[in-house]
């Protein structure tokens, strides 16, 4: 969705890149604070989480209030 990396994610996120390779292909779940940070490097990219509201949860980018 970004165009990320996974040593980009991993750097955003000041997490290791095998915890984003990991979590990616479902070695494993990242612990919750790995998880949070992963959380906030793609909301910071740009990326909004759409809670569940009956018709599933989602991400989506999220709309630029600039003018760019």
Do not use: K, Y
Not at 20 to 37: K, M, T, W, Y
């Amino acid at each position: 969705m970004l165009g990320w990396s996974q040593s980009e994610l991993a750097e955003a996120a000041a997490v290791s890149r095998a915890t984003v390779v990991d979590f990616e292909r479902g070695a494993r779940i990242p612990h919750r604070s790995n998880l949070g940070a992963i959380r906030c490097a793609l909301e910071a990219g740009g990326v909004e989480f759409i809670p569940e509201n009956g018709g599933g949860a989602g991400v989506r980018l999220a709309r630029r209030t600039d003018s760019t």
